[in-house]
């Protein structure tokens, strides 16, 4: 394996042959995800039980939207290049506190203002060590999170905070349509919002524009600063968006709401096909791998496989999704 | 470490000019400064952390150890997310067979194979360090939860884990002892053998690396298993100390490892760093974690400095101040264009 990219090494066969092979890898890293997610879901409705029941349906919408939102949000920060952003660990925890927290005693204006406020401290601490100071974002990142989950522990003592029985947060936390909840609408319309703002604005260009070539949008007369905590600022406003759903689903809020949202809403934008080298990638294929991870992880809790595994199976997952794109990136060079 | 490249013509001379040149060529700077600066406010407000030096160094040695196995990684340009679980996967392993030494041993060897998964993403399937090795981060971690069906598991041979918290030489419990080996082995690897200078050439730029001959991907494969062995080393020492093996140990260690490495001047883009910096880091944030703890800060506001020290260090190392500097200096040159369009 020592000499796997020595100049050495055997031409492949015909030029044709292993662009072909390149192209069939290269479209299933992007696009596998529709066919994936649509035998998922065949396969969980043949064989699993419960699975089509109309409450667990809505239970599935439940669990995955706010870890969704977080996910559409996340892709811009996954197309800039830049990684992912570890820090919607306390970013959704925080806004959850503060809405549950801050309404219970000032309303809820004053209580998404606040809210608001932390994210934009979040993006503007996450964006300027990214974008300005040229920082490693997983590290940065590391340190945000811990940073904001100390504060956040530090103001709220730890405690859980509980919201009145009947006020405005509970009553969109019920809501539903149909079997719909409300949270999945919100994750429907930001979908759309953000899926609009990466293909059709300026800046969505331009996050994409950086995650192809850094250097190249910098010459071309970008403040790639201002994108980059762009992108960081729209990953924190989803985040925010994530913990009102979340807080609204279960009335309460508490420091440790957010545990796991980075893995699953990664795992969500990988198997959705972004590249976790930058550049490429959808909002919406991001949707279908946020229900692909929804539905899989629902299927394993039906099944009564404990949650160690379910965290195994993530895990190997994206693992196995980034090789996929890595294996086509590495044959296409050829 | 002290490679001797020649500078050119311009060299600077003198006494001066070569404490110049070696200081530009040392990249401990920054964990000195902090180093210093800690050991003189805990010296003014908490001098109790200093004086009970045994319980600082085994603080000190338990951040350490990751720290040192991570710096052969981050050496090469690479990351290991995935010590913290590796520590957990590790010791449940290890309190899982009821035999010590064989115990020991299976952790160890799953520690290398660890390494072995990871360096193969990396090396051969080509995914990225931070990307692959957070994946089996938490692979792991539900590892650990399936082998200890979610909860603690105790040691077996439970005198052997009490034996062990014992002071061994003078006032050094055999975990210090253990950690200054692992610093003296790792310090020797990378500075003496031609396996571990090379790790700095892997960093410096591969695909020079590649052309002098070099086999990258055996050097990564080495790597990660070091860093693998050494976390797993980390969790047969806590499960002896602790006597039980916790499937969530380690979380609290990644940020503090991390911060160690990257605040004793490793550069995680690769080639440049040294393993002393490592010491000089973990011992800047074990000094600092024992005085808070002896003022009573709990440990998640504990997080808050060690967050914020990790931020600084990320942020001001050269290149990031070369990047401000440039990004100043273009908005400075727009501003002042502008007028006159």
Known sequence: MAQQTAPSEAETPTQSESSRLAGVLTWMSQNGIFIFTAILILFALIFVDGFGSLMNITDVFHRAAPIGIVAVGMTFVVISGNYLDLSVVAQVATSGVILIAV????????????????????????????????????????????????????????????????????????????????????????????????????????????????????????????????AFLVTAVAAMIAGFVLAAFSNTAVSNDGVGYEFRALAAIIVGGTSVFGGRGSVYRTFLGVIFVSVLTNILVLSGISFGYQQVALGVLIVLAVSLDALARKVAQR | MSSTISLGTDEPTGTWGRVRRTASRRTEGRGIVLLTFIIIMVALLEPLALTAYEVTLGRIALIGIVALGLTAVILMGELDLSVASTLAVAGVIMASIPDLALGIVAALVAGLVVGVINAFFVAVIGINSFIATLGTLFALRGLAFVLSNEAPVSLANKDAGIAFGQPLVGPLTPRILIFILVFIAIQLFVSRVKTGREFFAVGGNRQAARDAGIPVNKRIFTGFMISGFVAALAGVINTLERTTADPTAGSTVLLASFAAAIIGGNYLKGGRGSIVGTLIGAASLGILQVALTISGVQVPIQQIYIGLILLLAVTTDPTSLRAVRGSLRTFRQSRMKTPDS
Request: glycine share 14%; aromatic share 10%; proline share 5%.
């Open chain 1, 103 to 230: 309404s219970n005693n000032y309303g809820l204006f004053p209580a998404i203002l606040a809210a608001l406020a932390a994210a934009m401290l979040f993006a503007l601490v996450n964006g300027t060590a990214v974008g300005i100071f040229k920082a490693n974002a997983v590290i940065v990142t590391l340190a945000t999170t811990f940073i904001g989950l100390g504060l956040l522990r530090l103001f709220s003592g730890g405690s859980i905070f509980f919201g009145p029985p009947d006020g405005p947060v509970r009553t969109f936390g019920l809501g539903k349509i149909g079997p719909i909840p409300y949270s999945a609408i919100v994750l429907i319309i930001m979908t759309i919002v953000l899926g609009l703002i990466l293909n059709r604005t300026n800046f969505g260009f331009l996050v994409r524009s950086f995650g192809v070539n850094e250097s190249a949008t910098r010459l071309g007369g970008t403040n790639t600063a201002l994108v980059i905590i762009g």
